[in-house]
């Protein structure tokens, strides 16, 4: 508890510790934290009773830790931006990459309506563009695949997105969609975890075949994520 307490608040966070379940819902039930950690071992609720406690009246995100050993006959990994580091054979083939999204104030806004205007992917001389119609945050959302060609480390994400950031996408806007290119509603940068190929890693590894690998979604892994549960439960 105590080293896990230090290495959050060394990281800026504020922490509350309970030292038992009925403790930890109390102090949920009080403080309403951002974020709960709990061990599946604790004395008087066990973490997993808290959780579905927690569970019933909030959407909080939980982490559950513990010391306790489980064994299994396969294991699924499925790392994200981290796949490379976990597998270190992974690590030429799924590549984190710094991805910037921007999200224009059009100066007509009823071309960019859903039933309008689509989805897009564009291939032109300036790149692969990809974007959206106006949905939820008032602006055209759109991105260049690869961008800047950044590589990112995802324990340490640049998450900014500053002036040459948009300069690039904006130059895209006013030439393709002009309708579009008003002010900057939104800029926000991510994580696309990019193979050469930009196609799926959906595998197991060569010298363990109980374990299996699902990496490098290249941006599109939110859409498949159901499928792509199923083959790697089969």
């Not at 007509?108 to 992917?121: K, N, W």
């Not at 950031?165 to 696309?192: H, N, Q």
Request: net charge negative; glycine share 8%.
């Amino acid at each position: 508890v105590n080293i896990l307490r230090g290495y959050l608040e060394q990281a800026g966070f504020s922490v509350l510790t309970a030292y038992d379940g009925q403790q930890a819902l109390t102090a949920f039930r009080h403080e309403t934290p951002a974020l709960v950690l709990l061990d599946l071992n604790l004395p008087k609720i066990d973490g997993l009773d808290v959780c579905r406690a927690i569970r019933k009246e909030s959407n909080t995100p939980v982490i559950m830790v513990t010391a306790r050993v489980e064994e299994a006959d396969r294991l699924v990994i499925c790392g994200g931006a981290w796949a490379g580091r976990l597998v270190p054979s992974l690590e030429p083939f799924a590549r984190p990459e710094r991805q910037v999204l921007a999200w224009l104030q059009p100066s007509r806004p009823e071309l960019f309506a859903p039933g309008i205007f689509p989805v897009f992917l564009l291939d032109v001389d300036e790149g692969s563009y990809y974007g959206f119609p106006i949905h939820d945050v008032p602006g055209f959302k759109f991105g260049r695949y690869h961008h800047r060609r950044e590589p990112m480390d995802p324990d340490l994400p640049d998450r900014s997105a500053g002036p040459e950031d948009e300069a690039l996408l904006r130059s895209f806007a006013k030439r393709y969609f002009p309708d579009g290119a008003g002010r900057t509603v939104m800029r926000k940068a991510c994580i696309f975890t990019n193979t050469p190929d930009e196609h799926f890693i959906l595998d197991v590894l060569p010298d363990t075949p109980q374990v299996s690998v699902a990496a490098g979604f290249s941006g599109h892994g939110f859409k498949f994520c159901s499928v792509v549960c199923e083959v790697m439960a089969d």
